[in-house]
């Protein structure tokens, strides 16, 4: 972003009767309301990972199909290609439009030479998409906006720390989306277990200099900075997913039962299911779409911006863009230049 021109403080004026324009809050809220919110989520990992249960668990509905049958007469089904499902979800008169996208089991296959692309490429192809919306002279007032916001990479309960595909594919994604890593299916490893491996999955980002989400920001306040501190450190969330009910002490509880006894998943005391749904809905769901907008897309449009100026053209989509969106991406362009982009 272009930096504010300098200019002299200016001295704050109260005004001797009520003028109104305090009202310019719920002038947005009411706008912001009208039109709802969007929200994309992509899903990568292993098949059997419980990536569809952890959605549903999430938010509270059934939005995915599970290959773990409602009823055993359900045929079972597994995730081949890149499917997303959309879904309308309201809380107290607040409209949440969201897109979730499923990605095949990467790593299911023997050969997994390459088998991030797909997904890498979804991801740019929405930015790509925006851009050409952004671009086009007759644009709509709204854009649709299916660029992903946040990415929940599910790590194999393994015990023993990340795989070297992992790896690969986290450092590529982390250059295009908001990478939050969950430890899956956490109810397999015993407490001790879980902190071990989360402690060895750390040091293997801070190796590998793979950057998760949350990101420091010089625009962070002291309580912002706070909060994502606790957030890193928590990170990769240990989660346990269920869609099933079980009665705990007379309470019907989210929860599932295994060979040790019962595992409720709204109990911090039992998994980070709850950090991690308090992470992505209540403090962070704003900052993942702005992360989204003004870092990865930023970047992403800049790169496409460059290579056009340097004669390389156009090359962020599969279409061709349109030549009103050539010249409009040479006119924005310039102007990018001219703020220092
Ligand atoms: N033990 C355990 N099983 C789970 C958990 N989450 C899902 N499952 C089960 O694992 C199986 C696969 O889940 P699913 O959500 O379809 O996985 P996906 O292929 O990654 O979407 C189902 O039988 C689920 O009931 C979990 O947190 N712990
Ligand atoms: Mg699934």
Redesign the pocket.
């Known amino acids: 972003m272009a930096a504010a021109p300098a200019t002299a403080q200016a001295a704050t004026v109260f005004p001797k009767s009520h003028v109104g324009f305090d009202s310019i809050t719920q002038q947005i809220e009411k706008k912001l309301l009208k039109r709802g919110f969007q929200f994309n989520v992509i ?1 990568v ?13 999430i938010f509270a509905s059934h939005l ?6 409602m009823s055993p007469e359900e045929p079972i ?3 081949t290609e890149i499917q997303s499902v959309s879904h309308v979800i309201e809380e107290n008169g607040v409209r949440l439009r969201l897109n979730i996208v ?1 990605t095949p ?1 990467y790593g299911d296959l023997i050969n997994n030479d390459r088998c991030w692309d797909p997904i890498v490429k979804y991801i740019k192809d929405q930015h790509s998409a925006y851009l050409r919306k952004e671009l086009t002279a007759q644009r709509e007032g709204y854009l649709q906006d299916t660029r992903i916001h946040c990415c929940l990479f ?1 790590i194999q309960p393994s015990g023993h720390g990340l795989k070297p595909i992992d790896i690969v594919v986290l450092k590529k994604l982390s250059e295009y989306v908001n990478v939050v890593p969950v430890i ?5 490893l015993t407490l001790e277990e879980r902190a071990e491996f989360k402690a060895r999955i750390k040091e293997e980002f801070a190796f590998h200099n793979l950057r998760m989400y949350p990101y420091d920001n010089v625009e962070h306040d002291h309580d912002e900075v706070a909060l994502n501190a606790v957030i890193k450190e928590q990170v990769p969330f240990a ?6 009910n079980i009665v705990v002490g007379g309470q019907q509880v989210r929860g ?1 039962q ?1 060979r040790w006894g019962v ?1 409720n ?1 709204e109990d911090e005391t039992h ?1 980070e299911f709850v950090a991690l749904r308090n992470f992505l809905t209540r403090t962070h769901l704003q900052d993942l779409i702005e992360t989204t907008s003004f870092i990865h897309y930023e970047s992403f449009r800049a790169k496409q911006l460059l290579a056009l100026r340097e004669g390389g053209g156009y090359s962020g989509g599969s279409r061709p863009i349109s030549p009103s969106a050539d010249r409009e991406l040479s006119r924005s362009s310039q102007r990018m230049t001219m703020n220092g982009y």
């Open positions: 899903c990992g292993q098949t059997g990972l419980g990536k569809s249960t952890l959605i549903n668990t995915m199909d599970s290959k773990g049958r089904r597994s995730t499923d089991g599910f899956a299916k956490s109810d397999s989660v346990v997913g269920s869609e099933k599932r295994n595992i998943v998994c």
